[in-house]
């Protein structure tokens, strides 16, 4: 083993969201030029240490056991990061590799100054890079999917509902049209095969493809500056979903189906440069969201990002929420016409903060 640093970007959906928890439903997602970057060192102790100024105070200790890596002093905080970690040694060392302890040290950009969570999805980029820089000192070289694989199934392994949409982004990179996989198969086959069998058969209903960008059109960002819980509204949207069949005339099912239609146009207007078909989708896309949203109750559109849109569109963009919404982000999509500059100053204005992020594509 040795000294090795990789790094993973944070991402934004741009349409699909909510939907695309369901597997097989699509979503467009993008990495942005934001990234976590993790360095690893190998040590002579016999206990493990995680440096994460943004996460703990002190650095955090862990060490083997029969139940896998534990920490020394319980923190939920460093959950998903043990998840990694288990799931990444468990696959090393069916290549007969023993792994001495190591230092992780965790440096975000996906926070403000003041460490406040951007929305950008942090635990999927922190997933990614963790996984990355272990193989790395190991000299063992997969594939992205590989690598989201692995990475699906740490979060799995803590019962996440998403849709690992974050990792798919932070592991391939680019614009992504992205379906999530059918868990209870991944679920039921991870009890009889090994690790290593288990991530090189397909999955079924995964789908990751690069989409070409749109050439006539720029993603512009506004941060709202409160943090959303994306695990509270999924679950709040999938648990009045069960209440549909006597309750709602606009049900889940139908959600599902005009939301992947949409997405699906809206690829087809990305394909052909279309800006007309782009704005409709993004606008159809806004629509669905709120219409599901206002079925179940839940505020997508907090007054910030609802001002974010009509600002963005009053000046000729098309906008919508991006995730889970409730808070975080928004995006506008907008072609030459568009005053970006007076757009932007308007969102500052209204106390929205303009993220200068471009998609990162390695
Ligand atoms: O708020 P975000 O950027 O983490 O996106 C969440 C998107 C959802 O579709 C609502 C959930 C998911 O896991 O895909
Ligand atoms: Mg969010």
């Known amino acids: 083993m040795r000294d090795s640093r990789s790094k993973a970007p944070g991402k934004l959906y741009v349409a699909g969201e ?35 100024p943004a996460l703990f105070e002190e650095p955090v200790e862990w060490q083997r056991s029969d139940d896998g890596p534990l920490l020394m002093t319980k923190q939920s905080k460093a959950d998903i990061l043990m998840a990694t970690i288990a799931v990444t040694e468990a696959f090393i060392n069916e290549h007969d590799t023993l792994l001495p302890y190591y ?12 460490g406040t969570k951007y929305g950008l999805g942090s635990s999927g980029a922190v997933t990614v890079a ?77 789908k990751i493809e ?15 500056a409160s943090p959303a819980s994306t ?14 069949h006597h309750t709602s005339v606009y049900s889940y099912e139908q959600f599902l189906l005009e939301s992947k239609q949409c997405v699906e146009q809206l690829i087809e207007g990305i394909r052909s440069n279309h800006t007309s078909i782009i704005y409709e989708q993004i606008l159809l896309n806004r629509q669905l969201l709120l219409n599901m949203s206002q079925m179940r ?9 609802q001002r974010l849109i009509e600002t963005a569109e009053r000046f000729g963009a098309a906008a919508k929420t991006s995730g889970a ?3 975080d982000c ?33």
């Open 210 to 224: 690069a989409i070409e960008p749109p050439k006539a059109i720029d993603l512009l960002i506004g941060w709202t």
């Open 130 to 206: 963790t996984i990355k820089a272990i193989l790395k000192s190991v000299s063992l070289t997969v594939t992205d999917e590989i690598i989201y694989k692995l990475a699906a199934l740490s979060h799995l392994s803590l019962g996440s509902r998403g849709s690992f949409g974050d990792l798919a982004a932070a592991a391939f990179t680019g614009w992504l049209l992205y379906s999530s996989f059918d868990k209870q198969w991944v679920l039921s086959h991870s009890k009889t095969l090994s690790l290593r069998e288990l991530v090189f058969k397909p999955w079924p209903l995964l």
């Open 103 to 114: 230092t992780l040290t965790i440096e975000s950009e996906l926070t403000d100054d003041s």
């Open 18 to 52: 909510y939907a695309v928890t369901e597997p097989g439903n699509p979503a467009i997602v993008v990495a942005v030029d934001r990234f976590i970057t993790v360095s690893l060192t190998p040590s002579e102790q016999s206990s493990g240490t995680i440096v994460s």
């Open 330 to 362: 928004g995006i506008a999509l907008a072609d030459r016409f568009v005053d970006q500059h007076a757009l932007v100053n308007e969102w500052q204005a209204n106390g929205i903060h303009h993220l200068p992020l471009t998609v990162f594509t390695k």
């Open 297 to 305: 109750s839940l505020v997508l559109e907090t007054p910030k990002l």
């Open 231 to 244: 695990e509270n509204l999924v679950l709040s949207m999938k648990d009045s979903s069960k209440d549909d």
């Open 325 to 327: 919404g409730g808070g």
